[in-house]
């Protein structure tokens, strides 16, 4: 085999698996488009907003991912709606916004497509940064103190501040980080129907 | 060229391989404090710091060791064997060690990002792009070293590596080049970043590194036994065969979801065609050390390439039989996936690796191994080592697997079946770090000449009439 042509079948290779793939699946599942609620007039899925944008950024920094996954399956062969993780299936429409988009690979803690839906409050899921066994003693998710700031409680301590017990007449408040990271696990919901996949 | 000659890459041969070994031990030393992690969740709640966080230890041990390890090392050897398997020096000896060094620097910077700040989450990217902006000069730099003069002799040697070669290098900045471009210029919308960054995975696996092994292999295995490569077409075939189906393998870690599923089911393909391509590869270098069992025992260099070509089939059965529709929807979101990393990174290629620089440092550095004795620790070890964690991570994530899809199991329940294979597998680790302790105080020991040199295994010495008959073999 000549030079030239094992260099030419080289890039042919690595052409036809970039162009094979993300081009044919830009025309599959690039160019979806919201679809708009009747009802509502809202589109869906909704758009996060930009707090939350920022929040998927410290989604992925913290490497949450590495744990959790962000696509539930059908009811084919999995138990993934069976478990509550969602009221449906994600399809490639429910990535439209998320950047970046993320789905995982690995369920050491649960999925998180409906976490919006499954803990409502805010608080519950701060308390879950700071303390995962306070709410689940038996979770193996690690603590997140680092996204809170110890500041002096003064008269008293402020509105968001977490309840629980510091020294030296301090309080444990949540930071931008935490707020934003808890703002997109808020904005991650699959209560909403789509054409492909619709509510049960 | 003389092939005892002290090249003018030694130097930056020499960084890349050390920056490898020390890579090695600080990415296995993380992922053993992150698997330590999940076994003992407490030990979260001691002393909590970013740094030591779960989810950064794992992308730094991960990044350390495909770009430290792995990619630093393979690049390091290939230095060495490319100038002698084409019998032309490299020149501009300063401009490739400052290749190295980049190199290096790129992976600490990486290394140091993840950890301080995080990682971009991204598969296979998890750096910034400043990180990337290091590696591709460094390439450019490396990668223009190592294929310098390859088509000037391209008739004058075996054909296989030199096949392999051109992919591999080729591969990864392309890959790279394009997937930073998808991902990080907000090219690519939605899922398609998903589909993107399973493409740049599996070029990461199967087209660069992979092929940069198999350069190892199909150069290294002749020369130290002495018999030629038997079928040209079916070594093509296998090499055409990994370069068009290399790139769409990863497509088979998702399972539903937002992956279109005609992608999913080629991944499904190009994994069975993955195997394909290594049995073709098995059956062309089992001949090479059929009956060879004594020199196999006695030459460590060839223990190593032994042990990590068998792997590299073993890898792709297990990666294929994941793959197959019935079982991906039991494995897909479990620790299987882990087990397939072990074979894949650690086995194949980490063996490969440690094969070819027993083989092949003594060449530039003129000298050998400290005690033949140690060496078979370093095997043991991390044969061993990985062989329990391989074991501990596939009997897991079958189990989670089955777990995760009966909802009559709870949750909190699926997480404590990990626990006692957690145990196997941590051992497996550390008992591979212990290995590549080992090695890394010979090796280092071997650079600084701390002692006599009692097992030289030079593969090039121009001395040994076995050698000289090998060449006109392959010739």
Redesign the interface.
Same mark, same amino acid.
């Given at each position: 085999?000549?030079?030239t042509r094992?260099?030419a079948?080289?890039?042919l290779?690595?052409l036809?698996?970039?162009v094979?793939?993300?081009a044919l699946?830009?025309f599959?599942?690039?160019k979806?488009e919201p679809v708009i609620n009747e009802d509502t007039n809202l589109p869906n899925p909704p758009t996060p907003s930009g707090f939350a944008q920022t929040g998927a950024r !410290?989604?992925?920094?913290?490497?949450? !991912?590495?744990?959790h996954?962000l696509?539930?399956?059908?009811p084919?062969?999995?138990?993934d709606l069976?478990?509550g993780w969602g009221p449906r299936?994600?399809?490639?429409?429910?990535?439209?916004?998320?950047e970046?988009?993320? !789905?995982?690979?690995?369920? !050491?803690g649960?999925d998180l497509s409906d976490i919006g839906e499954r803990m409502k409050e805010s608080n519950d899921l701060m308390t879950h940064l700071l303390?995962p066994?306070k709410l689940?003693p038996?979770?193996?998710?690690?603590?997140?103190?680092?996204l809170f700031d110890l500041k002096l409680a003064g008269h008293k301590p402020e509105n968001d501040a977490m309840p629980v017990t510091t020294q030296d007449w301090k309080q444990l408040v949540p930071s931008y980080k935490a707020k934003a990271l808890v703002a997109y696990l808020q904005s991650l919901n699959l209560g909403y129907p789509l054409p492909e996949a619709p509510l049960k | 060229m003389n092939r005892n000659q002290p090249s003018k890459s030694s130097v930056a041969s020499q960084i890349l391989i050390a920056g490898s070994v020390i890579w090695s031990l600080l990415g296995g030393g993380l992922q053993i404090l992150a698997n330590l992690?999940?076994l003992v969740?407490l030990l979260?709640?001691f002393q909590?710091?970013?740094v030591l966080?779960?989810?950064?230890l794992?992308?730094a041990s991960s990044f350390l060791l495909t770009y430290g390890w792995i990619g630093s090392g393979l690049l390091g050897v290939l230095m060495i064997l490319v100038p002698r398997f084409s019998a032309i020096p490299f020149r501009h000896g300063r401009l490739l060690s400052f290749g190295a060094i980049a190199w290096q620097l790129a992976v600490l910077t990486g290394f140091t990002q993840i950890l301080m700040?995080?990682?971009?989450?991204?598969?296979s990217l998890p750096f910034s792009r400043s990180v990337t902006l290091i590696f591709f000069v460094s390439f450019l730099v490396l990668g223009t070293g190592i294929t310098r003069g390859?088509?000037g002799t391209?008739k004058s040697g075996p054909?296989l590596p030199?096949?392999y070669l051109?992919?591999g290098i080729?591969?990864f900045p392309?890959?790279l080049g394009?997937a930073e471009l998808?991902?990080r210029s907000g090219t690519?919308?939605?899922?398609?970043?998903?589909?993107?960054q399973?493409?740049w995975h599996?070029?990461v696996h199967h087209?660069w590194l992979a092929p940069m092994a198999l350069v190892l292999i199909f150069q290294l295995f002749p020369t130290l036994t002495g018999r030629a490569v038997s079928s040209m077409p079916l070594g093509?075939l296998a090499w055409?065969l990994l370069?068009?189906a290399?790139?769409?393998a990863t497509?088979s870690?998702?399972?539903?979801?937002?992956?279109?599923s005609w992608?999913q089911s080629?991944g499904v393909v190009a994994s069975v065609l993955l195997f394909v391509a290594a049995l073709g590869n098995t059956v062309l270098f089992q001949p090479l050390v059929e009956g060879r069992m004594d020199e196999i025992r006695r030459n460590v260099a060839l223990r190593f390439l032994t042990l990590g070509s068998w792997s590299y089939v073993a890898s792709y059965a297990w990666m294929m039989f994941l793959s197959l529709p019935g079982v991906r929807?039991?494995t897909?979101?479990?620790?299987a996936?882990n087990a397939n990393q072990s074979l894949f990174l650690f086995s194949f290629l980490g063996s490969i690796l440690a094969g070819s620089i027993y083989a092949l440092l003594p060449v530039i550095k003129n000298l050998g191994w400290p005690s033949h004795s140690s060496l078979l620790w370093h095997f043991w070890c991390t044969a061993l080592g990985t062989a329990m964690t391989f074991v501990g991570y596939a009997l897991a994530g079958v189990l989670?697997g089955l777990a995760?899809?009966?909802?009559g199991v709870p949750?909190?329940t699926v997480?404590?079946y990990?626990r006692p294979f957690l145990v196997v597998i941590l051992i497996g680790q550390a008992l591979w770090l212990v290995g590549q302790l080992a090695f890394s105080s010979l090796f280092f020991a071997t650079l600084l000449k701390l002692f006599p040199f009692t097992a030289p295994m030079a593969v090039f010495p121009s001395s040994r009439p076995q050698d000289t008959n090998l060449a006109q073999a392959q010739h």
């Open positions: 085999m000549k030079p094992a260099l079948l080289v890039l290779a690595l036809f698996s970039w094979g793939q993300v699946g830009y599959q599942v690039g979806l !410290i989604f992925a920094s913290e490497g949450c !991912i590495e744990c996954s696509s539930v399956r059908g084919a062969g999995s138990a069976t478990r299936r994600s399809v490639p429409r429910d990535y439209l916004f998320r970046p988009a993320l !789905i995982g690979f690995s369920r !050491i649960p303390n066994r689940k038996t979770s193996t998710c690690p603590p997140h103190p680092w | 992690q999940l969740p979260t709640y909590p710091l970013p966080g779960f989810g950064r794992v992308p700040s995080g990682s971009s989450g991204l598969l390859l088509g391209w054909l030199r096949l051109l992919g080729l591969a392309l890959g394009t998808l991902l690519a919308p939605g899922a398609v970043q998903i589909i993107t399973l493409v599996s070029f087209l093509i055409g370069l068009t290399g790139g769409w497509n870690l998702a399972s539903q979801g937002p992956v279109p992608l080629t929807q039991n897909a979101f479990t620790v996936w989670q995760l899809n009966d909802p949750f909190s997480a404590s990990l």
